[in-house]
């Protein structure tokens, strides 16, 4: 891995990257679908499909959800799809406002001397206002989220910054894909992540980096 300090645009996933907010946000998934739904098997098939694709929309998951494992009838998906996701955007902001940051994840921020960005599954506007909120705007150059998917983000930031001496730091399979169709070097992050292992055996087979803190990683 050339040093940290050699890249010019580094690009940041929140969930389980810059917060520890993964299992926040599986349990408001499970509380948004339950609030609808009386099927705990079929919930739990919903809640392990969100688990294990960590990094897509919330809009891309709800829509499988109720499409390929609930198979709600067509006609009833766009106003159920819009509750769902109504009750899961008021948990996040919530959750977003108390999730703990992850341990040393500042401290290596301030390390980051080039453009620094966040590229996240999560909902633009809905990110947005909770890193104003926070306070952690004022740290980075942009905040981006879905519905856009995460390799357009990263395509997105490159081009707008006609720079591709870039590296993406994330924690899911999603963040690891969308890294490479950009050729943008990947570091990942695993502390949080859901599905560890196998990203770990992704990224190694990649020729990738890992990171089990943010601590254990240098410019």
Not at 59 to 74: G, M, R, T
Request: hydrophobic share 40%; proline share 3%; net charge negative.
């Amino acid at each position: 891995m050339p040093l940290l300090s050699e890249y010019e645009v580094y690009i940041f996933d929140c969930d389980g990257v810059i917060l520890d907010s993964n299992q926040l946000k599986i349990e408001a998934m499970k509380n948004a679908l339950e609030a609808h739904f009386s099927t705990p098997d079929l919930i739990a098939e919903c809640i392990d499909y969100f688990r294990h694709n960590f990094g897509k929309s919330r809009f891309h998951h709800v829509a499988h959800f109720l499409a390929s494992i609930l198979v709600v009838e067509e006609v009833k998906r766009s106003e159920l799809e819009r509750r769902i996701l109504a009750d899961f955007s008021q948990q996040c902001r919530t959750l977003y406002l108390t999730a703990q940051m992850t341990p040393g994840f500042m401290s290596f921020l301030e390390q980051c001397k080039g453009k620094r960005y966040v590229a996240s599954g999560s909902e633009q506007s809905e990110l947005r206002d909770i890193f104003v909120q926070r306070g952690l705007d004022a740290h980075f150059d942009g905040v981006f989220g879905s519905p856009t998917p995460k390799a357009e983000l990263i395509r997105n930031i490159l081009k707008q910054e006609n720079n591709t001496n870039a590296v993406m730091f994330g924690d899911a399979m999603s963040d690891l894909q969308a890294a490479k169709v950009n050729n943008c070097h990947f570091v990942a992050y695993l502390p949080y992540s859901n599905v560890g292992e196998q990203l770990r055996k992704e990224a190694l087979s990649l020729h990738y980096d890992i990171a089990n803190s943010w601590r254990s990683l240098k410019c």
